[in-house]
């Protein structure tokens, strides 16, 4: 019979690819999606199945990591034999606004994943991972970062999540709990949230072109990432739970690119090279020449003309607004992923360009949508943070 799986976070960005792929692999799939008076389930929608079908893979709990008993009894009712606890208030510079909020759900809420599977006395029928994060390594003690190197968090988020790594290491320590933590660098992907930056870039550099938008505002452009792909990192998730033992494991591409590189590779990916000028809040990004066969290629000839008219008059496409500054930054974060690939096996196969390139196209996709939208009469929204 296949396993049993419940998914905290389903409706994110993690959560809908590894849904998919554990359904692939035979799971049933159980996941906790928040009542909202919208609906919330655009990433999972071609999962779903009709509650009246029998014997569905996919099954939704309505709950909230801030809810002990809702949790306990989803997980006394589905009997899950993997947990992914990836349910989180996952953006850092909102956790700034956020930090109670952020404190009891990515923090307290993973004590209560771990507290139901011990009072449920289900420790050795369930294993759980723990979405642990880079953003642990806050102020880096080292370069690159490895499973040995101090934390030091830089927000109300990283120390949420601090918590959470320690807690999923004690009921290991004192119960016997096969829990792990994966220490996850920032992983990316056409269906990425779109106030974290990589989207932010690749939907607006979208409009740009298409002429939805005239300007990218910009925090903090010299911040530099280790950016994967979304689609490989939850494989390693998976890879963590098949594990014998329990463990902590980085999980990262071992390459890491500064914010203003990701700008500059973005728009190279549709033919416009950009030249940055400036210091800080007066930094701005400049188009400086167009591949029209590049352009063409990807963006549409149809396009083209009135990209150059517009940029003619406006070629400063990126700006900076230090609203998007953060309190404490985090600058560099690079890790060493030598322990997954040799105790895991695990690989990334996406390289940044690659996933720039996916990300591009697909927001492209999205916003020629709109803007036929627009041609045929009908009013388009930003939707700016
Ligand atoms: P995401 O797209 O922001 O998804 C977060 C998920 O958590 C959503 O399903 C959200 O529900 C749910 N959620 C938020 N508050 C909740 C609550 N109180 N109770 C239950 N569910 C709640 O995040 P992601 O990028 O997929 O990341 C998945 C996990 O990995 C998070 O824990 C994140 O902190 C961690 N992480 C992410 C990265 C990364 O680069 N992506 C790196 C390291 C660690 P709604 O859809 O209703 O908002
Ligand atoms: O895309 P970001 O918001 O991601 P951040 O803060 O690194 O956090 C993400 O990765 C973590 C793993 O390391 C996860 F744990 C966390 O849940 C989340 O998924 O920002 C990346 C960098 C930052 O240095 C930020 O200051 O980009 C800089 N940045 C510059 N301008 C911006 C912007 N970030 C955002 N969101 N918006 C901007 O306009």
Redesign the pocket.
Known sequence: MGKNALITGITGQDGAYLAEFLIKKGYIVHGIKRRSSLLNTDRIDHLYQDPHIEKRNLILHYGDLSDSMNITRIIQECRPDEIYNLG?M????VSFDVPEYTANTDGIGTLRILEAVRLLDMKDHTRIYQAS???LYGLVREVPQTENTPFYPRSP?ACA?LYAYWITVNYREAYGLHASNGI???HESPIRGE????R?ITRALSRIVLGLQDTL?????S?K?DWGHAKDYIQAMYLILQQEQPDDYVIATGVTTA?REFVSKSFASLGIELSFKGEKEKETGKVISINDALFTEKAGRHYLDKFKSRIRTNPLVVKVDPG???PT??DL?LGDPTKAREKLGWKPEYDLDGLINEMVDSDLLLMKKENYLRDGGYNILNYF?
Do not use: I
């Not at 106030?195 to 990589?198: A, D, L, M, P, Q």
């Not at 505002?217 to 452009?221: D, I, K, P, R, V």
């Open positions: 989180a996952s953006h850092v510079k994060s880079s953003e988020y999540k996850l660098f920032n106030t974290f930056v990589s932010k505002y910009m925090g903090n452009l911040s990432r914010v998007y500054y953060r930054e985090v974060l943070e």
